[in-house]
């Protein structure tokens, strides 16, 4: 039994990773998949086929063009944060039981898709998921650094940067396809502006790493990272 039940109307900080820390996204192709299970599982029809939804769209559809014709959800995503073996997103609960519904077609689809490409059977992930209450005093702040620049707090080598994604690009971008369009707009003026939320989100991502006793992000550095995640 979770520690805090799903409220709906309330936030909450999910998260998985591989079983055996084992990398769930091997390429490209897998992001995408898993980016285009999470737009489109998110709304409270039932996607009965993925294949079939793709199919309907008649090619490839990139996600940030795919149109939901659905619009009751489930859940808004606020942020999330691929890395090649684990997830973290923060999400909005929008109907009693959506997230649980969620996490279950998600994790279950993209397990099936996977297992099926790579001729294996099993767990992919390690259990149902991890979660924990968002909205806890002076949480909910680091959360939103933490989630967004997830893969900063890790040392992910260079030739598995291709295999990260991030809600920064829309935050940065304004284009909201897989964020709630009300949800990110919501927290934009939170912060005041992305500039000041990129500042308090690197300064916080600092912190972190020092104390699991790796290195802070230089000056220089920082402002090298343009965090494109390969948008093209």
């Given at each position: 039994?979770?520690?805090?039940?799903?409220?709906?109307?309330?936030?909450?900080?999910?998260?998985?990773?591989?079983?055996?820390?084992?990398?769930?996204?091997?390429?490209?192709?897998?992001?995408?998949?898993?980016?285009?299970?999470?737009?489109?599982?998110?709304?409270?029809?039932?996607?009965?086929?993925?294949?079939?939804?793709?199919?309907?769209?008649?090619?490839?559809?990139?996600?940030?063009?795919?149109?939901?014709?659905?619009?009751?959800?489930?859940?808004?995503?606020?942020?999330?944060?691929?890395?090649?073996?684990?997830?973290?997103?923060?999400?909005?609960?929008?109907?009693?039981?959506?997230?649980?519904?969620?996490?279950?077609?998600?994790?279950?689809?993209?397990?099936?898709?996977?297992?099926?490409?790579?001729?294996?059977?099993?767990?992919?992930?390690?259990?149902?998921?991890?979660?924990?209450?968002?909205?806890?005093?002076?949480?909910?702040?680091?959360?939103?650094a933490y989630v967004m620049w997830n893969y900063k707090v890790h040392n992910i080598s260079k030739n598995k940067l291709k295999l990260v994604r991030s809600s920064e690009e829309e935050y940065r971008t304004g284009n909201f396809y897989l964020i709630n369009p009300k949800e990110g707009n919501k927290f934009l003026k939170w912060f005041g502006g992305?500039?000041?939320?990129?500042?308090?989100?690197?300064?916080?991502?600092?912190?972190?790493?020092?104390?699991?006793?790796?290195?802070?992000?230089?000056?220089?550095?920082?402002?090298?990272?343009?965090?494109?995640?390969?948008?093209?």
């Amino acid at each position: 039994m979770r520690k805090h039940p799903f409220i709906t109307g309330s936030y909450f900080h999910i998260y998985n990773r591989g079983v055996d820390k084992r990398d769930i996204f091997m390429n490209e192709k897998d992001i995408e998949r898993f980016l285009l299970c999470m737009k489109l599982f998110a709304y409270k029809d039932a996607v009965g086929s993925l294949e079939l939804a793709l199919r309907e769209q008649k090619q490839f559809v990139d996600v940030r063009r795919l149109q939901v014709s659905n619009k009751e959800r489930l859940v808004s995503f606020v942020e999330y944060c691929l890395n090649p073996n684990h997830f973290h997103f923060i999400l909005k609960q929008e109907i009693d039981e959506g997230i649980s519904e969620f996490m279950k077609r998600l994790q279950g689809g993209y397990t099936r898709y996977f297992n099926d490409k790579n001729d294996r059977s099993g767990s992919l992930l390690q259990g149902k998921f991890k979660s924990n209450y968002a909205e806890k005093e002076n949480y909910f702040e680091m959360l939103f650094a933490y989630v967004m620049w997830n893969y900063k707090v890790h040392n992910i080598s260079k030739n598995k940067l291709k295999l990260v994604r991030s809600s920064e690009e829309e935050y940065r971008t304004g284009n909201f396809y897989l964020i709630n369009p009300k949800e990110g707009n919501k927290f934009l003026k939170w912060f005041g502006g992305y500039k000041n939320f990129f500042k308090h989100g690197i300064e916080m991502v600092d912190i972190v790493r020092e104390n699991r006793g790796k290195k802070s992000l230089k000056i220089d550095e920082k402002e090298e990272a343009s965090f494109d995640f390969n948008d093209d």
